[in-house]
Structures are given as structure tokens and as C-alpha cells.
């Protein structure tokens, strides 16, 4: 009997004096962690081992665990196995975590799992505050919430803002596109983004690729914006259908009737000092502001400004734009681009426009040229067809042959349309009130220049074709 009295005390000793302890030590470390629970308690000094369904308080936090080990005076507890630590709607798992009751800390190595309302983030290692309500991650960060997935080295998250700072090989997956970049703050209120670094955006129903080195999406406004050399590629899909018998690829596509499938790409890119991108239901534009420069195939644009209208398959160019088509290129005050079902069809320039063509690969000062207030170009299977100016139209041409047949007729009349045969002029017609006159090569031979329409201008800074250097 004696010795259960005995036993009964210690016990009580080792519950009521721990408490004692720990409510000398609030004073100086703020709120204690308190013992709730546990299947064996063992104390050594001011180190408290705890062992079985283990539960800790402190404030609004709960603890539970396999193991703890607590530091009285430190006010810190150190727990292992099945670690759960739950804070109104948060839950943090990990199978070790060191939890410090003064920074409000708690930090694991091992693996590390948080979950809040709807979202979900996992790591090797984890930090979080149960004061601030912020998580510190790292390696193989995931956070996903139903709608979206992030991946990087580090990320962060505050439950208290539900702002996401990822960085280090950020990746984030949604139902409409992924993006890859150095870093990726994500605003979950609103889902909107805000992408630094080497950006990478990837439309996952359409053929459009973006890229720049900043890209600002804001999701309900259907808005994006981009800076740092931001380029747009639309690729676009070639098939070309073979005869198994008549051709050898080494890397084909066998259809279903025998037929031999090559794929190739033919990719439209826009460069720009600022991109902008409006995806209203039914209509999709994009604004290209300053220094731009587009390629698609064998024909290449510069601008100041320029408007893409997705759905109308329509490029407007603005600030003294200019576009090459081959040997041939084109200025004037405004010029649109025509590419319905994705293939160049028609340019037409607008206000003052002239086309000119360098075709004497000897001669290269004598450039063939053509203008008036709008010049229409038509192209068919990736050929000039046909040339019209209306307007005040004007034209020059060189004519070829032997010495004494060379020369150079310049016209006008109310409109001029030239018609192209295998890429070469077929026919050219003047239409109303035409006046011409003809110079013989011994006029203009040391400087064909004296002869040029009075408003010739001429650009060599045609812009080299982009390749997009992503996996």
C-alpha cells in the first residue's frame, strides 16, 4: 500500500511540477507549450521525454505525435512519428518536425506536407509560423489547389495574404496553359501572375508560345501583359502527304491507307519592348508596342506599334512599318497583314505606300518600284501573283537584255496592277490618265538613283528569322 501511495505521488509530482515550471518560464518566453496527453511521460531535469499519443497545446495550435522530446526551458519540443500539427483550418504533416514555442516555429527536414482549405503544399524540407502564418519551402516544391499546380526549389506561401512566391525552376500547370520561369508570385484571391525571368508561356489548346523575361497575367480580366524583349510564336502545323513508294523519311507517319505523313512548322513570331494580350470571349487581340519585328516563312515586318487580331487572322503594323516579301518590300503610313487559315494571302498598305524590288542581282542599285495612296499584294501558295496601286500610282521598272535594249520606263496613272508568273512580272496594266516617259541606260547607268519615284525609300534592316530555344 505504502509503495502505491508512493507512486501515486511521483506521478503528480511529475505533472504538477513540469506546469509549475513552465509558468515561471511564460513570463520570459511568452506562451508555454503545454502537455495534453501522453501513454508515458518520463522528466530529466528541465527535459521532458514524452512517448504514445503525445498532445501539445499552445495558444491555437495543436501538436500530436509518437514522440516528443520538450526543453522546458528553451520552451521548445522536438517531435518525431506521425507528426500533426493543426491550426484552425491549416494541417501540417511530417514525420519530424522541431517546434520552438518562442518563434512560433516549426520546422521539419524529413518530408513535409501543409495543407490549407483548398490548397496543398509538400516539400523536402519545411519552415512554418504558426504566428505570421507564412511556409518556407524547399526542394521539389508542389502547391496546388484544384485549379492550378506550382513547382520549383523554394516557394512560399502565406495563408493570411494567399500569396504564392516560388522561385528557382518555377513551373505552374493550369486547365489553359503552363508556364516555366525563375520566378512566379501567384495571387490566389484573384489567380492572378506575375512571371520574372526567362518566361515561358505555353498555351495548352491553342498554338501560341510566349515568351519574355516579365509576364503579368491577370486571370478575370483575361489580360497579359509582358516586358523584356516579350516574342509571341503561333506555330503552325505543315502536312505533306507522300507515297510510301516515292519517298524515304527517317522519322515518318504510316496512315491507315499507306501513306507516307511529313509534319513541318511554319511559326509566325512578334517581337516587341512591350506585349499585351486581351482574350475576350470571341475575340483575341494583341497589342505589340515599340521596336517590332515579325517573321513568318520567307516574309519578316518591322514597326513601332502593331495590333494582332487572333480571330480576324489580321496583323495591323503602325510607325513607319515596312514589310519584305521575298525581294520585295513594302512601306507605308499603315500596313495590314492578311493570314486566314494561317497562311499569308494578302498585304495591304495604306497612305503613301510604295513597293520595291531589288531582282538585278548584278545591277543592285536599279530596284523596281511602284507606289500610290494603297497597294494591294496577293500571294498564292507562297508566291506574289499580283501587285495594284490605286491612287496617284506611280512605277518604275528596269528592263533587262542586251546594252542597247536596257532602260527603265517611269509611269503614272491612276492605278497600275502587275501580274506575276512564277515569280516573275507577267504583265503590267496602267489605268487612267497615264503619263510615262522612258530613259535609255546611258541616263541613269552611273546613278540610277536620279530616276527614283520621289518618295523611294529603301531598309536593309530586315529582321532575322526567331527560334524558339525552349523544350
Given at each position: 500500500?505504502?509503495?502505491?501511495?508512493?507512486?501515486?505521488?511521483?506521478?503528480?509530482?511529475?505533472?504538477?511540477?513540469?506546469?509549475?515550471?513552465?509558468?515561471?518560464?511564460?513570463?520570459?518566453?511568452?506562451?508555454?507549450?503545454?502537455?495534453?496527453?501522453?501513454?508515458?511521460?518520463?522528466?530529466?531535469?528541465?527535459?521532458?521525454?514524452?512517448?504514445?499519443?503525445?498532445?501539445?497545446?499552445?495558444?491555437?495550435?495543436?501538436?500530436?505525435?509518437?514522440?516528443?522530446?520538450?526543453?522546458?526551458?528553451?520552451?521548445?519540443?522536438?517531435?518525431?512519428?506521425?507528426?500533426?500539427?493543426?491550426?484552425?483550418?491549416?494541417?501540417?504533416?511530417?514525420?519530424?518536425?522541431?517546434?520552438?514555442?518562442?518563434?512560433?516555429?516549426?520546422?521539419?527536414?524529413?518530408?513535409?506536407?501543409?495543407?490549407?482549405?483548398?490548397?496543398?503544399?509538400?516539400?523536402?524540407?519545411g519552415k512554418y509560423s504558426t504566428e505570421t502564418l507564412i511556409a518556407d519551402f524547399e526542394k521539389n516544391v508542389t502547391m496546388w489547389d484544384g485549379k492550378s499546380t506550382l513547382k520549383a526549389n523554394y516557394g512560399k506561401y502565406s495563408r493570411k495574404t494567399e500569396?504564392?512566391?516560388f522561385t528557382e525552376n518555377v513551373s505552374v500547370d493550369d486547365d489553359s496553359a503552363t508556364i516555366t520561369a525563375k520566378k512566379v508570385t501567384f495571387d490566389r484571391n484573384n489567380r492572378n501572375s506575375f512571371a520574372y525571368g526567362n518566361v515561358v508561356v505555353k498555351?495548352?489548346?491553342?498554338?501560341?508560345?510566349?515568351?519574355?523575361?516579365?509576364?503579368?497575367?491577370?486571370?478575370?480580366?483575361?489580360?497579359?501583359?509582358?516586358?523584356?524583349?516579350?516574342?509571341?510564336?503561333?506555330?503552325?502545323?505543315?502536312?505533306?502527304?507522300?507515297?510510301?513508294?516515292?519517298?524515304?523519311?527517317?522519322?515518318?507517319?504510316?496512315?491507315?491507307?499507306?501513306?507516307?505523313?511529313?509534319?513541318?512548322?511554319?511559326?509566325?513570331?512578334?517581337?516587341?519592348?512591350?506585349?499585351?494580350?486581351?482574350?475576350?470571349?470571341?475575340?483575341?487581340?494583341?497589342?505589340?508596342?515599340?521596336?517590332?519585328?515579325?517573321?513568318?516563312?520567307?516574309?519578316?515586318?518591322?514597326?513601332?506599334?502593331?495590333?494582332?487580331?487572333?480571330?480576324?487572322?489580321?496583323?495591323?503594323?503602325?510607325?513607319?512599318?515596312?514589310?519584305?516579301?521575298?525581294?520585295?518590300?513594302?512601306?507605308?503610313?499603315?500596313?495590314?497583314?492578311?493570314?486566314?487559315?494561317?497562311?499569308?494571302?494578302?498585304?495591304?498598305?495604306?497612305?503613301?505606300?510604295?513597293?520595291?524590288?531589288?531582282?538585278?542581282?548584278?545591277?543592285?542599285?536599279?530596284?523596281?518600284?511602284?507606289?500610290?495612296?494603297?497597294?494591294?499584294?496577293?500571294?498564292?501558295?507562297?508566291?506574289?501573283?499580283?501587285?495594284?496601286?490605286?491612287?496617284?500610282?506611280?512605277?518604275?521598272?528596269?528592263?533587262?537584255?542586251?546594252?542597247?535594249?536596257?532602260?527603265?520606263?517611269?509611269?503614272?496613272?491612276?492605278?497600275?496592277?502587275?501580274?506575276?508568273?512564277?515569280?516573275?512580272?507577267?504583265?503590267?496594266?496602267?489605268?487612267?490618265?497615264?503619263?510615262?516617259?522612258?530613259?535609255?541606260?546611258?541616263?541613269?547607268?552611273?546613278?540610277?538613283?536620279?530616276?527614283?519615284?520621289?518618295?523611294?525609300?529603301?531598309?536593309?534592316?530586315?529582321?532575322?528569322?526567331?527560334?524558339?530555344?525552349?523544350?
Amino acid at each position: 500500500m505504502g509503495d502505491i501511495k508512493t507512486k501515486f505521488i511521483k506521478v503528480i509530482i511529475l505533472l504538477v511540477f513540469p506546469s509549475i515550471l513552465l509558468c515561471q518560464d511564460a513570463a520570459k518566453q511568452g506562451t508555454p507549450i503545454e502537455l495534453r496527453n501522453a501513454d508515458i511521460l518520463d522528466v530529466k531535469g528541465t527535459v521532458r521525454e514524452f512517448n504514445g499519443n503525445v498532445l501539445l497545446i499552445q495558444g491555437n495550435v495543436t501538436v500530436r505525435s509518437d514522440k516528443a522530446i520538450q526543453y522546458m526551458d528553451l520552451n521548445v519540443a522536438d517531435l518525431t512519428g506521425n507528426v500533426v500539427i493543426t491550426q484552425n483550418d491549416m494541417v501540417l504533416k511530417a514525420p519530424h518536425i522541431n517546434y520552438n514555442g518562442n518563434t512560433r516555429i516549426a520546422i521539419s527536414d524529413g518530408g513535409v506536407e501543409l495543407k490549407d482549405k483548398e490548397i496543398t503544399l509538400k516539400a523536402e524540407f519545411g519552415k512554418y509560423s504558426t504566428e505570421t502564418l507564412i511556409a518556407d519551402f524547399e526542394k521539389n516544391v508542389t502547391m496546388w489547389d484544384g485549379k492550378s499546380t506550382l513547382k520549383a526549389n523554394y516557394g512560399k506561401y502565406s495563408r493570411k495574404t494567399e500569396i504564392a512566391d516560388f522561385t528557382e525552376n518555377v513551373s505552374v500547370d493550369d486547365d489553359s496553359a503552363t508556364i516555366t520561369a525563375k520566378k512566379v508570385t501567384f495571387d490566389r484571391n484573384n489567380r492572378n501572375s506575375f512571371a520574372y525571368g526567362n518566361v515561358v508561356v505555353k498555351g495548352k489548346f491553342s498554338n501560341v508560345v510566349l515568351t519574355g523575361d516579365t509576364v503579368i497575367n491577370l486571370s478575370k480580366d483575361r489580360y497579359t501583359k509582358a516586358y523584356g524583349e516579350p516574342v509571341l510564336y503561333q506555330i503552325d502545323t505543315i502536312k505533306t502527304v507522300y507515297l510510301s513508294s516515292t519517298f524515304n523519311a527517317s522519322q515518318p507517319f504510316l496512315t491507315d491507307s499507306g501513306e507516307v505523313v511529313k509534319y513541318d512548322f511554319d511559326t509566325l513570331s512578334i517581337a516587341s519592348d512591350t506585349m499585351e494580350s486581351f482574350r475576350n470571349l470571341g475575340a483575341e487581340k494583341y497589342i505589340f508596342t515599340n521596336n517590332v519585328e515579325m517573321n513568318k516563312g520567307n516574309s519578316a515586318a518591322i514597326a513601332q506599334y502593331s495590333i494582332y487580331m487572333k480571330n480576324d487572322e489580321l496583323i495591323n503594323l503602325m510607325g513607319k512599318p515596312v514589310v519584305w516579301y521575298d525581294s520585295t518590300q513594302l512601306h507605308a503610313d499603315s500596313i495590314s497583314i492578311s493570314i486566314p487559315d494561317k497562311k499569308l494571302r494578302a498585304i495591304l498598305a495604306k497612305g503613301d505606300a510604295l513597293a520595291a524590288a531589288r531582282e538585278d542581282s548584278i545591277n543592285i542599285d536599279r530596284i523596281n518600284q511602284i507606289n500610290g495612296d494603297y497597294i494591294r499584294i496577293s500571294i498564292e501558295q507562297d508566291t506574289i501573283r499580283k501587285i495594284e496601286s490605286y491612287g496617284n500610282a506611280k512605277s518604275l521598272y528596269f528592263s533587262g537584255g542586251t546594252d542597247s535594249d536596257e532602260g527603265a520606263a517611269r509611269n503614272s496613272s491612276d492605278s497600275i496592277i502587275i501580274d506575276f508568273d512564277l515569280g516573275k512580272v507577267y504583265s503590267i496594266l496602267w489605268l487612267g490618265a497615264i503619263q510615262g516617259e522612258y530613259f535609255p541606260l546611258i541616263m541613269f547607268e552611273a546613278d540610277p538613283q536620279k530616276i527614283f519615284l520621289p518618295n523611294f525609300r529603301w531598309s536593309d534592316k530586315k529582321p532575322k528569322k526567331r527560334e524558339i530555344l525552349i523544350n
